[in-house]
């Protein structure tokens, strides 16, 4: 079985973090948690497309407020736990998501 090295897209980025944050404070995420990254394993293992992967993500994306809200959320909740946004990198989600740490931690 070959497995592909492909990187999952911010949008599938920005709701794995979500859920992983929040899969304590709700069991329903945990369960979404699994199941995202199940789908995930069968797109690097050729098993289910990339567009149905996405297709899936953005669904569970709208059911949490949008990519935007999303990312929002997950920054606060780090920033609450720990005090500051740790996570750097120069992909559109890590962008993203400083712009909202800066913002949450100017306040």
């Known amino acids: 079985m070959k497995r592909k090295t492909e990187k999952p897209s911010p949008e599938a980025k920005a709701l794995s973090l979500f859920l992983m944050a929040h899969k304590t404070i709700k069991p329903t995420y945990k369960d ?47 920033i609450k736990k720990t005090g500051e946004w740790k996570l750097q990198g120069d992909d559109k989600y890590c962008t993203d998501a400083k712009q909202f740490a800066d913002k949450i931690l100017k306040k």
């Open 32 to 78: 979404q948690l699994k199941r995202i990254n199940r789908l995930w394993d069968l797109v690097t293992k050729d098993e289910l497309s990339n567009s149905e992967y996405m297709e899936e993500v953005q669904k569970m994306l709208a059911a949490h407020g949008g990519y935007s809200e999303v990312v929002e959320k997950t920054v606060r909740f780090y």
